[in-house]
């Protein structure tokens, strides 16, 4: 349950939330394009307005969607944040240290200590408040309240006892009980706060960084009630660069320059517009005529910037995408109400479809830009025997990527005979298998090679369900589908959180994928230290998916997306940092 | 002034033979109609229009050497006239009179499969609409009373609620395809027929005609068929051909809104929702479909006035 | 008269009860719990949601309940937005759209029959074969094809008009155009033959005998007749208008009613296509009621005594 962001994330259109992991290589940061006065950009003074799509929650601790937390990173500060280089500095907190707990683990007490004379403001920009070391131990134990349902409450639970108190407070029989007060977080003083881990977490500030972290200021909060706080700009109090002052849902965010913030002077933007469109044409209509600066655009759209000579970005946004497989088996099925034998839980048909999938080809067709096929399944964590663990992989498997980038007929006809040997069928046509597909125009496309593909290479008819977002999540869940396209990026720079993912206890492993042994080599990293034999066994995790293929990895994404000549420089899109314009500088 | 001599004029006498002959040739209801229409040359032209998509929509993907599904990967966004020379079917000559779309697959053949889908949905509708509609409206008509207060404040009732809200609901809850949409439409889509067979039924038999053939004591059968149906077709068939263009613009209407029919099936709909993606770059994925829905409404639209102005009684000379 | 307006608005709340009856049951027939996206709902909003739809109580239950909640004009709340009532999304939304349908139908009509009118005294004429023009787009080119293409041309191409959003009055333009278009059609053709039909009366032929003038006869006797049948049309009309907007506020990104009703169809939002659904059959019935009611005063050779 620790990285439920990038599941979560798949959306309607792709080019809808993406998150990514650190590392992976450059990543893009857009100055404006040659001056060449072709795209000028929105016209209002010292503001810019760019593309986001999903925006219905502002409450940060029930955010979901990385488009909601690109907004809160603009809104509130939480103790640390990412720069333009992906590294870890001091938001809230100005500085911190860490020290052994009682048992004498290293690194488990961290104190955190605040920069003083830091405000709330609302909406209209008047300061209502301090923020204090409070602030944050009452975010933190909103975001473990059960009444809340906060999406990544799982964030809450790296402090002590925090799992034990959220088990305890949702009513779980046997909890035994434990109150607020045990959980590890405390304000010593008014910008003083301490932190307790639950086990050692390498990655602590990485974790704090996230919007859902942030603070929240209690008087407030309790003033405007739990369930009203964050469905209106007033009903939000901010510590960050920008206060939201504007919110028309479905459509467009205002958030305006926070003069309080400590570091005011040096953000040069009076405003930022988050705007949300539906249709991608009017989008690039829009970012033509200089109504919007900053806006995604599809791999024809591409081709259009490219062919005008316009200078098109891209960022690498760390992310994988796949095949979601179902591999309940028929003795399984007592234990998943609801879902569904499905063919492919035949390893060999997975097989075969992974060899008759032409990779290169998908992303030729429906991408048209500079996604890569997977080679692996986690590649853009940083290795230690090469440059990234991606090609540790690789090299382990004598330099071959452990899928295939174009189509392998043979092979797939061969896996596709022992398949029908393990349902029990005597000819191609009797697999019945159809590919789960959430709406967007890049999706449908995406199926349809896919379908067409399969039918070309193997014989079998593929269906295809179009269905919306969230029932296809639903169905996705319920594991009542045959193969559904999914993605993931990681949260912190470590195989283990892409590898995690697959243990037959992890939340988001939809597959039904539960081998003992996988189980087993990933509980054995954690004991490892020395960092090349860790890796080591993480590249056998890798070889080990490959061999039982619970999922069919595809492809690994980029981004494009074009930028106005209004932006002059700090216009920043890193994986993790969806956005981050807050020092971004205008021309003129 | 000269006189004509009395003699001159002289009693012929009658001819019964000639005194009841009709000089004109006679001419039925029918034909008379037809005449009309034959010589109505934008309604003629309309009737060529749709005969060439029906025709197109029925052989070409029969014939076409390509399927409509099959995706040519060397030849994604072809301009219209390719010549097809990748792996599949290099040397072959096969040309993409349409080009092709954006995963390579052949125009001309997905407009006419697509032209199949929208033919086939707009035809069943209208016929279960002329169906349902008649044998409804009918049977209020002709019966009248209670009966028919009944039946007419049930589809009062059921016309009051907008017709798109309804699809869009169906279309949720059924499973989607060609099917779900002609369901869909022709559930609501039935009652303008009906009311109009009804007003229809209940005028005619307010007539003479009607009332001399009771007197001379017509079947219930003989009735329907000989005085009520005829009278009341012509009404009905312009009304049906002028519900067809309705069937295939919320079939479009669906399609943008996401609800239509499922890839790999296409429809004129689908394929001009998919072209519009791409309008700017590939202006020819959007302006076949959308010239084919076009003009297959404007036919139906035109044929349909053409017809009504044929079957106008006022008209008849 | 007064008999016949409490009968039409029984037969108005008795629609409106179909369908609300309808839209319950259809809710019921969706695949899986429409209460339960893949968001996890939380205890608070799940009980919320148990007392008020009594969702642990049998379908005939919660029918009523759900029955009873509409009559209160409690239409529920949305599962895709959190903590937000269908009243309150509705309230902040539908303005806009009915300001858009406003336009889009006082264009259409104004033209429409302006150009109606005109085609038919200057029959064959350049106005004629331009209004027969505007039909045959208006009725054969789906609105969504004649929105982007309006869009391209007019904003992108020529840059006469922005090419999105709401609120200042050349924003409004292409909008209420590309949904008043068809509209527009119906109407222009409708009034050319309504106002062919008036000229070869032979009342319009008196007035002409009696010497009065060209303008005084359009004007005073074939303008306020012929304008009869297009009055009675106001009510398809507004249907079209409203149920067209769904489409024309996603291209024009119009935060309007449609534009939520489209993402909640897409989002399998129940309680908001449902509210929604309600909501705008409600105002439907309602315009068909006005217009109907209006039409008897318009033209008194109209009984409304029916």
Redesign the interface.
């Known amino acids: 349950m620790k990285k439920r962001i990038l599941s979560l994330v798949l959306a309607g259109t792709l080019a809808l939330s993406l998150f990514g992991c650190s590392g992976g290589g450059g990543g893009g940061e857009g100055g404006g394009g040659a001056a060449q006065g072709m795209y000028p950009g929105t016209s209002e003074a010292g503001s810019i307005r760019v593309e986001c799509s999903t925006m219905s929650v502002m409450n940060p601790i029930l955010m979901t969607y990385a488009t909601e937390f690109a907004v809160a990173r603009h809104c509130w500060d939480a103790l640390v944040k990412l720069d333009e280089n992906n590294q870890v500095i001091g938001a809230a907190a100005e500085s911190w240290e860490s020290a052994p707990n009682a048992e004498g683990v290293e690194d488990m007490i961290w104190t955190f200590h605040l920069r003083e004379g830091a405000k709330w403001v609302n909406s209209q920009g008047e300061v209502v408040g301090d923020v204090t070391a409070n602030d944050f131990v009452f975010a933190w134990s909103e975001l473990l309240n059960p009444n809340n349902a906060a999406e990544y409450y799982a964030f809450a639970t790296i402090f002590k006892n925090a799992q034990a108190y959220y088990d305890y407070a949702s009513g779980v029989e046997g909890a035994p009980e434990v109150t607020l007060d045990q959980v590890g977080f405390y304000a010593a003083d008014d910008y003083t706060l301490v932190i307790e881990l639950e086990n050692p977490l390498p990655y602590l500030l990485q974790y704090l960084k996230f919007e859902v972290m942030t603070p929240i200021y209690q008087p407030f909060y309790e003033e405007v009630g739990a369930e009203n706080y964050g469905t209106s700009p007033d009903k939000l109090l901010y510590n960050g660069p920008f206060r939201m002052t504007e919110w028309t849902l479905e459509n467009s965010i205002t958030t305006v320059k926070n003069d309080e913030w400590y570091d005011a002077s040096n953000v040069s933007l009076k405003a930022i517009y988050w705007d949300k469109y539906t249709d991608s044409n009017t989008k690039l209509n829009a970012f033509q005529t200089g109504e919007i600066d900053v806006i995604d655009i599809t791999g024809e759209q591409r081709a259009q910037f490219e062919a005008e000579g316009y200078p098109v970005n891209n960022w690498i946004a760390g992310y994988s995408f796949y095949f979601y497989c179902n591999n309940i088996q028929e003795e399984d099925l007592a234990n998943y109400p609801g879902a569904k034998l499905s063919d492919a839980r035949s390893i060999n048909l997975r097989k075969a479809i992974s060899y008759a999938v032409d990779r290169q080809q998908i992303i030729d067709t429906v991408f048209k830009n500079d996604n890569e096929p997977s080679p692996a399944f986690s590649l853009g964590i940083s290795g230690v025997s090469a440059e990234t663990f991606g090609e540790a992989v690789v090299a382990a498997n004598n330099g071959q990527p452990l899928y295939n980038p174009t189509a392998d007929v043979e092979k797939a006809k061969e896996y596709l005979a022992l398949a029908l040997e393990d349902l029990g069928y005597t000819d191609a046509s009797q697999i019945k298998i159809s590919l789960l597909t959430s709406e967007g125009s890049q999706n449908e496309l995406f199926s349809q090679v896919v379908q067409e593909q399969l039918r070309q290479n193997l014989g079998i008819e593929v269906g295809i369900d179009v269905v919306t977002i969230t029932e296809a999540r639903a169905r996705r869940n319920a594991k009542n589908y045959d193969l559904f396209m999914g993605g993931w990026g990681p949260d912190y720079d470590d195989p283990m959180s892409d590898l995690d993912l697959w243990t037959s206890t992890n939340g988001n492993n939809h597959t039904g994928y539960a081998s003992e042994e996988y189980d087993a080599l990933i509980e054995s990293t954690k004991a490892e230290s020395d960092p090349a034999a860790r890796e080591q066994l993480f590249v056998q995790a890798e070889l080990m998916l490959a061999e039982d293929m619970p999922f069919i990895p595809i492809y690994w994404r980029h981004e494009d997306y074009v930028v106005s000549e209004k932006v002059a420089d700090g216009l920043i899109r890193l994986p993790f940092q969806y956005y981050n314009l807050i020092y971004t500088t205008l021309a003129q | 002034m000269a006189h004509i001599a009395k003699e001159r004029f002289a009693h012929v006498g009658e001819n019964a033979h000639d005194r009841e002959a009709i000089s004109r040739p006679s001419v039925t209801f029918l034909q008379d109609a037809m005449r009309r229409l034959v010589s109505n040359r934008v309604a003629m032209l309309c009737v060529v229009i749709v005969f060439i998509m029906l025709v197109f929509s029925i052989f070409a993907p029969i014939l076409s050497p390509f399927e409509y ?3 040519h ?1 060397g030849h ?2 072809a301009p219209i006239g390719t010549v097809c020379n990748d792996a599949q079917s290099a040397g072959n000559g096969h040309v993409h009179l349409f080009g092709t779309d ?3 697959r052949d125009i001309f053949t997905r407009i006419w499969m697509g032209g199949r889908v929208s033919l086939i949905i707009a035809f069943a509708s209208a016929i279960v609409d002329f169906f349902l509609g008649a044998i409804y409206g009918g049977i209020s008509g002709y019966f009248g009373g209670t009966l028919d207060i009944i039946l007419m ?1 049930i589809l ?3 016309n ?7 699809v ?3 279309m ?2 059924m499973p ?1 395809g060609i099917i779900t949409i002609i369901v869909a439409y022709s559930l609501v889509g039935w009652i303008p027929m009906a009311r109009l067979v009804r007003g229809q039924v209940v005028a005619l038999k307010q007539q003479e005609f009607i009332a001399a053939a009771e007197a001379m004591g017509a079947s219930t059968g003989r009735m329907i068929a000989k005085h009520l149906l005829p009278n009341t077709l012509s009404v009905m068939i312009v009304r049906v051909t002028l519900s067809i ?1 309705s069937a295939i ?1 919320s079939e ?2 669906l399609s ?4 239509g029919i ?3 099936l296409c429809s004129w ?1 689908s394929l ?3 072209g ?6 590939y202006p020819s994925q ?1 302006i076949i479909p ?1 010239v084919c ?3 297959t ?2 036919a139906f ?1 035109l044929f349909g006035d053409g017809l009504r102005d044929a079957f106008d009684p006022k008209l008849r000379r | 008269m007064l008999r016949y307006v409490l009968k039409r608005i029984a037969y108005g709340i008795l629609t409106l009860f179909v369908l609300i009856t309808l839209t319950f049951f259809m809710m019921r027939a969706l695949p899986g719990d429409p209460f339960i996206g893949d968001k996890t709902p939380s205890p608070t909003t799940l009980a919320n949601m148990e007392a008020k739809y009594g969702l642990d109580k049998p379908p005939i239950v919660q029918y009523f309940i759900f029955l009873g909640n509409c009559v209160r004009g409690d239409l529920g709340v949305s599962i895709s937005y959190e903590n937000r009532s269908v009243n309150e999304i509705i309230l902040s939304s539908f303005p806009i759209s009915m300001d858009l349908g406003a336009r889009a139908i006082l264009f259409a009509m104004i033209a429409g029959i302006l150009l109606g009118a005109v085609a038919a005294v200057k029959r064959g004429s350049i106005t004629d074969s331009l209004s027969m023009f505007i039909a045959i787009v208006g009725v054969s080119v789906p609105s969504f094809i004649l929105g982007a293409l309006l869009q391209y041309f007019l904003a992108v191409k020529l840059r006469l008009v922005p090419v999105q959003g709401w609120g200042t009055f050349a924003q409004t333009l292409l909008p209420s155009f590309a949904l008043g278009m068809s509209s527009l059609a119906t109407i222009s053709r409708l009034m050319r033959t309504s106002m062919l039909d008036v000229l070869s009366q032979d009342y319009i032929k008196t007035a002409k005998a009696k010497g009065l003038s060209q303008s005084m006869i359009l004007w005073r006797h074939a303008l306020r007749n012929a304008i009869m049948p297009v009055i009675t049309i106001i009510g398809p009309t507004v249907a079209a208008v409203f149920t067209g907007s769904f489409v024309v506020e996603s291209i024009f990104n119009i935060p309007g009613l449609g534009k939520y009703f489209v993402t909640s169809i897409k989002d399998k939002d129940f309680t908001m296509i449902s509210g929604t659904t309600i909501f705008y059959g409600a105002l439907l019935i309602l315009c068909t009621l006005v217009v109907d009611l209006l039409y008897g005063v318009v033209d008194p050779r109209v009984k409304l005594e029916d």
């Open positions: 599904q099959e995706q990967y994604t966004d954006t995963l390579g404040r009062e009732i059921i009051g609620i907008p017709y798109l809200m309804i869009i609901l169906l949720l809850v989607p263009p613009f479009a209407y943008y809104l996401g609800l499922r890839p790999p709909g001009a929702q998919l519009i993606q791409n309008f700017r770059l959007l959308a829905i076009s003009l409404m404007l639209n």
